[in-house]
Protein backbone atom coordinates (compact mmCIF):
# COMPACT_ATOMS: atom_id res chain seq x y z
CA UNK A 1 0.00 0.00 0.00
CA UNK A 2 0.94 3.56 -0.59
CA UNK A 3 2.00 5.65 2.50
CA UNK A 4 -0.09 8.34 1.62
CA UNK A 5 -2.83 5.72 1.56
CA UNK A 6 -2.02 4.76 4.68
CA UNK A 7 -1.51 7.45 6.51
CA UNK A 8 -5.15 8.94 4.99
CA UNK A 9 -6.70 6.07 6.04
CA UNK A 10 -5.21 6.14 9.68
CA UNK A 11 -6.06 9.65 10.17
CA UNK A 12 -9.66 9.62 8.62
CA UNK A 13 -10.75 6.60 11.05
CA UNK A 14 -9.05 8.37 14.28
CA UNK A 15 -9.95 12.30 13.52
CA UNK A 16 -13.20 11.82 10.76
CA UNK A 17 -11.19 15.07 9.05
CA UNK A 18 -9.60 14.72 6.17
CA UNK A 19 -7.98 17.39 3.35
CA UNK A 20 -9.69 17.37 -0.30
CA UNK A 21 -5.65 15.84 -1.37
CA UNK A 22 -5.98 13.17 1.18
CA UNK A 23 -9.86 12.15 -0.06
CA UNK A 24 -8.04 11.99 -3.62
CA UNK A 25 -5.57 9.86 -2.42
CA UNK A 26 -8.22 7.62 -0.78
CA UNK A 27 -10.02 7.87 -3.95
CA UNK A 28 -7.59 6.47 -6.27
CA UNK A 29 -7.07 3.32 -4.07
CA UNK A 30 -7.29 -0.17 -5.93
CA UNK A 31 -6.77 -3.78 -4.98
CA UNK A 32 -5.94 -3.62 -1.20
CA UNK A 33 -5.87 -0.30 -0.97
CA UNK A 34 -9.73 -0.52 -1.65
CA UNK A 35 -10.27 -3.64 0.71
CA UNK A 36 -8.77 -1.61 3.74
CA UNK A 37 -11.21 1.66 2.42
CA UNK A 38 -14.21 -0.55 2.56
CA UNK A 39 -13.54 -2.57 6.07
CA UNK A 40 -12.47 0.72 7.43
CA UNK A 41 -15.83 1.82 6.75
CA UNK A 42 -18.10 -0.91 7.39
CA UNK A 43 -16.21 -1.07 10.90
CA UNK A 44 -16.98 3.07 11.40
CA UNK A 45 -20.44 1.95 10.49
CA UNK A 46 -20.47 -0.46 13.02
CA UNK A 47 -19.04 1.44 15.86
CA UNK A 48 -20.96 4.30 15.71
CA UNK A 49 -24.59 2.97 14.17
CA UNK A 50 -24.47 -0.88 15.16
CA UNK A 51 -26.08 -3.04 12.88
CA UNK A 52 -29.16 -1.75 12.49
CA UNK A 53 -30.39 -1.04 8.97
CA UNK A 54 -33.47 1.65 8.48
CA UNK A 55 -36.05 1.22 5.79
CA UNK A 56 -37.35 3.58 4.59
CA UNK A 57 -40.70 3.57 2.05
CA UNK A 58 -40.43 6.30 -0.87
CA UNK A 59 -43.30 7.02 -3.03
CA UNK A 60 -42.64 9.23 -6.38
CA UNK A 61 -45.59 10.96 -6.43
CA UNK A 62 -45.10 12.86 -10.07
CA UNK A 63 -42.77 12.75 -13.04
CA UNK A 64 -43.23 15.97 -14.02
CA UNK A 65 -40.52 18.87 -13.62
CA UNK A 66 -39.77 22.00 -14.94
CA UNK A 67 -36.21 22.18 -15.10
CA UNK A 68 -34.25 20.86 -17.54
CA UNK A 69 -31.14 18.92 -15.82
CA UNK A 70 -28.86 17.36 -18.57
CA UNK A 71 -28.88 13.75 -16.81
CA UNK A 72 -32.43 13.04 -16.21
CA UNK A 73 -34.94 11.17 -17.53
CA UNK A 74 -37.34 13.58 -16.17
CA UNK A 75 -36.30 16.52 -17.48
CA UNK A 76 -38.72 18.52 -19.70
CA UNK A 77 -37.80 18.56 -23.03
CA UNK A 78 -37.91 14.26 -22.66
CA UNK A 79 -41.31 14.36 -24.49
CA UNK A 80 -40.54 10.21 -24.69
CA UNK A 81 -42.02 10.04 -20.93
CA UNK A 82 -45.60 9.27 -19.92
CA UNK A 83 -46.32 11.28 -17.61
CA UNK A 84 -48.29 11.03 -14.12
CA UNK A 85 -49.33 12.68 -11.07
CA UNK A 86 -50.86 11.01 -8.37
CA UNK A 87 -53.89 12.64 -6.00
CA UNK A 88 -52.96 13.37 -2.69
CA UNK A 89 -55.67 10.62 -1.74
CA UNK A 90 -53.88 8.06 -4.16
CA UNK A 91 -50.32 9.20 -2.22
CA UNK A 92 -51.87 8.55 1.35
CA UNK A 93 -53.16 5.11 0.23
CA UNK A 94 -49.41 4.15 -0.86
CA UNK A 95 -47.74 5.25 2.38
CA UNK A 96 -50.83 3.34 4.53
CA UNK A 97 -50.05 0.20 2.33
CA UNK A 98 -46.16 0.70 3.52
CA UNK A 99 -46.89 1.57 7.05
CA UNK A 100 -48.65 -1.50 7.24
CA UNK A 101 -46.00 -3.29 5.70
CA UNK A 102 -44.34 -1.73 8.58
CA UNK A 103 -42.50 0.85 7.10
CA UNK A 104 -42.58 3.74 9.84
CA UNK A 105 -40.36 6.63 7.32
CA UNK A 106 -41.92 7.82 3.91
CA UNK A 107 -40.17 9.55 1.61
CA UNK A 108 -42.39 11.60 -0.89
CA UNK A 109 -40.47 12.72 -3.96
CA UNK A 110 -41.67 14.44 -7.24
CA UNK A 111 -39.86 16.15 -9.74
CA UNK A 112 -40.17 20.43 -9.11
CA UNK A 113 -43.96 19.83 -10.06
CA UNK A 114 -45.68 23.11 -9.62
CA UNK A 115 -49.44 21.72 -9.79
CA UNK A 116 -48.71 20.59 -5.89
CA UNK A 117 -49.53 23.95 -3.72
CA UNK A 118 -47.50 23.89 -0.54
CA UNK A 119 -50.91 23.78 1.63
CA UNK A 120 -51.81 21.12 -0.44
CA UNK A 121 -49.21 18.96 0.55
CA UNK A 122 -48.95 20.64 3.79
CA UNK A 123 -52.46 19.32 4.44
CA UNK A 124 -51.15 15.58 3.37
CA UNK A 125 -48.49 15.63 5.56
CA UNK A 126 -50.37 16.65 8.30
CA UNK A 127 -52.23 13.85 7.54
CA UNK A 128 -49.67 11.12 7.84
CA UNK A 129 -48.36 12.47 10.70
CA UNK A 130 -52.15 11.91 12.86
CA UNK A 131 -53.26 9.04 11.05
CA UNK A 132 -50.61 6.92 10.10
CA UNK A 133 -47.72 8.34 12.73
CA UNK A 134 -44.43 7.88 10.30
CA UNK A 135 -41.82 10.58 10.02
CA UNK A 136 -42.31 12.28 6.76
CA UNK A 137 -39.10 13.14 4.39
CA UNK A 138 -39.91 14.99 1.61
CA UNK A 139 -37.73 15.37 -1.52
CA UNK A 140 -39.31 17.73 -4.17
CA UNK A 141 -36.50 20.03 -4.91
CA UNK A 142 -36.06 23.49 -4.73
CA UNK A 143 -39.21 25.96 -3.89
CA UNK A 144 -39.53 29.08 -1.75
CA UNK A 145 -38.20 29.21 1.82
CA UNK A 146 -42.17 29.94 2.56
CA UNK A 147 -43.11 26.24 1.10
CA UNK A 148 -40.77 24.67 3.45
CA UNK A 149 -41.48 26.37 6.16
CA UNK A 150 -45.53 25.49 5.97
CA UNK A 151 -44.40 22.03 5.39
CA UNK A 152 -41.74 22.19 8.19
CA UNK A 153 -44.86 23.73 10.35
CA UNK A 154 -47.27 20.52 9.08
CA UNK A 155 -44.70 17.90 10.42
CA UNK A 156 -42.54 16.88 7.72
CA UNK A 157 -39.11 15.92 9.93
CA UNK A 158 -36.53 15.79 6.83
CA UNK A 159 -35.99 17.26 3.41
CA UNK A 160 -33.66 15.24 0.94
CA UNK A 161 -32.24 18.12 -1.04
CA UNK A 162 -28.99 16.29 -3.36
CA UNK A 163 -26.66 19.40 -4.45
CA UNK A 164 -25.50 16.75 -6.98
CA UNK A 165 -22.31 18.02 -7.58
CA UNK A 166 -20.40 21.13 -5.36
CA UNK A 167 -18.64 21.93 -8.87
CA UNK A 168 -19.91 24.70 -8.98
CA UNK A 169 -18.85 24.94 -12.98
CA UNK A 170 -20.02 21.14 -13.99
CA UNK A 171 -23.59 21.82 -11.86
CA UNK A 172 -24.42 25.24 -14.40
CA UNK A 173 -23.39 22.93 -17.25
CA UNK A 174 -25.71 19.88 -16.16
CA UNK A 175 -28.36 21.76 -14.11
CA UNK A 176 -29.29 24.73 -16.84
CA UNK A 177 -31.15 27.72 -15.11
CA UNK A 178 -29.80 26.55 -11.95
CA UNK A 179 -26.45 27.56 -9.86
CA UNK A 180 -24.99 25.36 -6.78
CA UNK A 181 -25.27 28.48 -4.30
CA UNK A 182 -28.64 28.94 -4.83
CA UNK A 183 -29.14 24.68 -3.90
CA UNK A 184 -26.73 25.66 -0.90
CA UNK A 185 -28.77 28.42 0.08
CA UNK A 186 -31.60 25.95 0.24
CA UNK A 187 -29.64 23.71 2.57
CA UNK A 188 -29.19 26.50 5.04
CA UNK A 189 -32.94 27.37 5.24
CA UNK A 190 -33.66 24.01 5.65
CA UNK A 191 -31.64 23.52 8.38
CA UNK A 192 -32.50 26.79 9.93
CA UNK A 193 -36.40 25.99 9.85
CA UNK A 194 -35.44 22.61 12.40
CA UNK A 195 -35.66 19.86 9.14
CA UNK A 196 -32.87 17.11 9.50
CA UNK A 197 -31.08 17.78 6.18
CA UNK A 198 -30.15 15.51 3.44
CA UNK A 199 -27.87 16.49 0.60
CA UNK A 200 -26.01 14.03 -1.56
CA UNK A 201 -24.11 13.72 -4.99
CA UNK A 202 -23.37 11.95 -8.51
CA UNK A 203 -20.58 9.90 -8.71
CA UNK A 204 -19.25 9.44 -12.37
CA UNK A 205 -20.50 12.26 -14.14
CA UNK A 206 -18.93 13.09 -17.85
CA UNK A 207 -15.89 15.81 -16.85
CA UNK A 208 -16.06 15.03 -12.93
CA UNK A 209 -12.47 14.40 -11.48
CA UNK A 210 -11.58 12.71 -8.21
CA UNK A 211 -10.63 16.76 -6.99
CA UNK A 212 -14.76 17.50 -7.49
CA UNK A 213 -15.47 14.62 -5.69
CA UNK A 214 -13.23 15.16 -3.08
CA UNK A 215 -14.91 18.55 -2.01
CA UNK A 216 -18.14 16.66 -2.13
CA UNK A 217 -17.42 14.67 1.05
CA UNK A 218 -16.09 18.16 2.06
CA UNK A 219 -19.48 19.88 1.59
CA UNK A 220 -21.26 16.76 3.52
CA UNK A 221 -19.02 17.39 5.65
CA UNK A 222 -19.26 21.12 6.47
CA UNK A 223 -22.95 21.40 6.02
CA UNK A 224 -22.56 18.17 8.93
CA UNK A 225 -25.87 16.56 6.75
CA UNK A 226 -28.10 13.85 8.63
CA UNK A 227 -28.30 12.31 5.50
CA UNK A 228 -26.13 11.78 1.83
CA UNK A 229 -27.42 10.26 -1.25
CA UNK A 230 -24.70 8.89 -3.46
CA UNK A 231 -25.09 7.24 -6.55
CA UNK A 232 -23.54 6.54 -9.66
CA UNK A 233 -24.19 8.51 -13.07
CA UNK A 234 -26.46 6.61 -15.27
CA UNK A 235 -26.95 7.39 -18.66
CA UNK A 236 -30.24 7.72 -19.66
CA UNK A 237 -30.98 7.44 -23.52
CA UNK A 238 -33.92 10.48 -23.94
CA UNK A 239 -30.88 13.07 -22.46
CA UNK A 240 -28.31 14.63 -23.86
CA UNK A 241 -25.99 12.68 -22.20
CA UNK A 242 -27.04 9.92 -23.75
CA UNK A 243 -24.23 7.01 -24.59
CA UNK A 244 -22.02 8.54 -22.48
CA UNK A 245 -20.19 5.97 -19.68
CA UNK A 246 -22.25 4.84 -16.43
CA UNK A 247 -19.89 6.29 -13.27
CA UNK A 248 -18.66 2.88 -11.84
CA UNK A 249 -19.38 0.91 -9.23
CA UNK A 250 -16.10 0.86 -7.78
CA UNK A 251 -15.68 4.35 -7.92
CA UNK A 252 -19.34 5.11 -6.25
CA UNK A 253 -18.52 2.49 -3.23
CA UNK A 254 -15.34 4.44 -2.47
CA UNK A 255 -16.69 7.99 -2.50
CA UNK A 256 -19.61 6.36 0.09
CA UNK A 257 -17.10 4.93 2.15
CA UNK A 258 -14.75 7.73 2.72
CA UNK A 259 -17.75 9.66 3.63
CA UNK A 260 -18.78 7.04 5.96
CA UNK A 261 -15.32 7.94 7.83
CA UNK A 262 -15.72 11.80 7.56
CA UNK A 263 -19.56 11.56 8.72
CA UNK A 264 -19.28 8.60 11.50
CA UNK A 265 -23.20 8.99 12.15
CA UNK A 266 -24.68 10.49 9.10
CA UNK A 267 -27.64 7.89 7.58
CA UNK A 268 -26.19 6.98 3.98
CA UNK A 269 -28.54 4.98 1.90
CA UNK A 270 -27.05 1.68 -0.22
CA UNK A 271 -28.87 3.57 -3.43
CA UNK A 272 -31.22 1.90 -6.02
CA UNK A 273 -28.88 3.10 -8.17
CA UNK A 274 -25.92 0.84 -6.75
CA UNK A 275 -28.25 -2.02 -7.21
CA UNK A 276 -28.76 -0.85 -10.96
CA UNK A 277 -25.28 -1.05 -12.02
CA UNK A 278 -24.97 -4.49 -10.07
CA UNK A 279 -27.30 -7.07 -8.29
CA UNK A 280 -25.13 -7.09 -5.91
CA UNK A 281 -24.47 -3.20 -5.80
CA UNK A 282 -26.78 -2.48 -2.31
CA UNK A 283 -25.49 -5.30 -0.59
CA UNK A 284 -21.65 -4.24 -1.26
CA UNK A 285 -23.15 -0.76 0.00
CA UNK A 286 -23.90 -2.06 3.05
CA UNK A 287 -20.44 -3.22 3.55
CA UNK A 288 -19.02 0.41 2.91
CA UNK A 289 -20.90 2.17 5.31
CA UNK A 290 -24.43 2.30 4.37
CA UNK A 291 -26.95 2.02 6.95
CA UNK A 292 -30.19 2.88 4.99
CA UNK A 293 -32.34 1.39 2.76
CA UNK A 294 -34.77 3.48 0.62
CA UNK A 295 -37.20 0.91 -1.09
CA UNK A 296 -40.08 2.13 -3.58
CA UNK A 297 -43.35 1.95 -2.86
CA UNK A 298 -44.78 3.74 -5.54
CA UNK A 299 -47.90 2.07 -6.99
CA UNK A 300 -47.27 -0.42 -10.19
CA UNK A 301 -48.75 1.80 -12.43
CA UNK A 302 -46.62 4.53 -11.93
CA UNK A 303 -43.39 3.23 -10.96
CA UNK A 304 -42.18 2.36 -14.22
CA UNK A 305 -42.31 6.43 -15.45
CA UNK A 306 -40.23 7.85 -12.76
CA UNK A 307 -37.17 6.80 -15.19
CA UNK A 308 -34.40 9.35 -13.92
CA UNK A 309 -32.31 6.87 -15.33
CA UNK A 310 -33.42 3.39 -16.98
CA UNK A 311 -33.02 -0.05 -15.06
CA UNK A 312 -34.41 1.47 -11.98
CA UNK A 313 -37.25 -1.06 -11.37
CA UNK A 314 -35.27 -4.05 -12.51
CA UNK A 315 -32.55 -3.41 -9.51
CA UNK A 316 -34.52 -5.57 -6.47
CA UNK A 317 -37.65 -6.45 -5.26
CA UNK A 318 -40.30 -3.15 -4.94
CA UNK A 319 -43.41 -2.71 -4.09
CA UNK A 320 -45.85 -5.06 -1.89
CA UNK A 321 -43.99 -7.62 0.29
CA UNK A 322 -40.14 -5.71 0.35
CA UNK A 323 -40.16 -5.01 3.98
CA UNK A 324 -40.40 -8.51 4.71
CA UNK A 325 -37.96 -9.65 1.70
CA UNK A 326 -35.54 -6.70 3.24
CA UNK A 327 -35.51 -8.32 6.75
CA UNK A 328 -34.65 -11.63 5.18
CA UNK A 329 -32.14 -10.26 2.54
CA UNK A 330 -31.01 -8.27 5.82
CA UNK A 331 -30.45 -11.12 8.38
CA UNK A 332 -28.29 -12.55 5.76
CA UNK A 333 -26.20 -9.89 6.30
CA UNK A 334 -25.71 -10.17 9.53
CA UNK A 335 -27.81 -7.14 10.10
CA UNK A 336 -31.02 -6.08 11.88
CA UNK A 337 -33.91 -3.76 10.69
CA UNK A 338 -34.49 -0.76 12.88
CA UNK A 339 -37.64 -0.77 14.66
CA UNK A 340 -38.36 3.37 15.31
CA UNK A 341 -37.64 6.12 12.51
CA UNK A 342 -33.78 5.86 12.76
CA UNK A 343 -32.92 9.64 13.90
CA UNK A 344 -29.23 10.34 14.27
S1 LIG B 1 -32.77 16.04 -11.53
FE1 LIG B 1 -34.60 16.70 -10.40
S2 LIG B 1 -34.84 18.87 -10.99
FE2 LIG B 1 -33.48 17.94 -12.53
S3 LIG B 1 -34.84 17.28 -14.21
FE3 LIG B 1 -34.57 15.53 -12.80
S4 LIG B 1 -36.29 15.62 -11.38
FE4 LIG B 1 -36.12 17.62 -12.39
Known amino acids: MR ?53 RAIIEFSNHCVRNCLYCGLRRNNRRLPRY ?63 YRELRAAGAGRYLLKHETADPVLFARLRPETRLPGRLERLTWLRELGYQVGAGNIVGLPGQTLRALAADVLLLKRFAVDMAGIGPFISHPDTPLAGCASGSLELTLKVLAVT ?36 DLTPTPYRRYYEIYPGRTRSVVEGRGSFAWWQEELAHLGRKVGKGPGRP
Open 260 to 295: RLLLPRTHLPATTAVGVLHPEGRARALRCGANVIMS
Open 85 to 147: QMAPEEIFVAAARARAEGYRTIVLQSGEDPRYQAAELAGLVRRLKTELNVTVTLSLGDLPRAS
Open 3 to 55: PAFSAALAKAVKTHLLSGAEIVTLLQAGGREAEALFRAADEVRARHLGDTVHL
